[in-house]
């Protein structure tokens, strides 16, 4: 998308922003997941499953948010 005013042609600024950063393949991707001790019978397969567990989380994280959100839903949630 280009403007042209007096006869010049303008990118927007979003375009040249892109035209200076290059950007590399992933480095690495990612996954959430619940760890458990083997004598625990958690089998996650839904949001509801983990109703009445405690679990911990690195603060100010991207799963940090998400259980919160979930706490929202599920009261009997307790995160650490």
């Known amino acids: 998308m280009r403007s042209r005013e007096g006869g010049k042609s303008r990118e927007p600024a979003r375009f040249v922003i892109f035209r200076l950063v290059y950007?590399?393949?992933?480095?690495?991707n990612t996954e959430y997941g619940f760890f458990v001790r083997d004598d625990n019978p958690l089998k996650f397969k839904q949001v509801s499953?983990?109703?009445g567990y405690t679990v911990g989380v690195y603060g100010r994280s991207n799963t940090a948010t998400?259980?919160?959100?979930?706490?929202?839903?599920?009261?009997e949630l307790t995160i650490i």
Do not use: A, G, W, Y
């Open 23 to 28: 950007f590399s393949p992933p480095i690495l």
């Open 66 to 75: 998400s259980l919160e959100k979930i706490k929202t839903e599920i009261k």
């Open 49 to 51: 499953d983990i109703k």
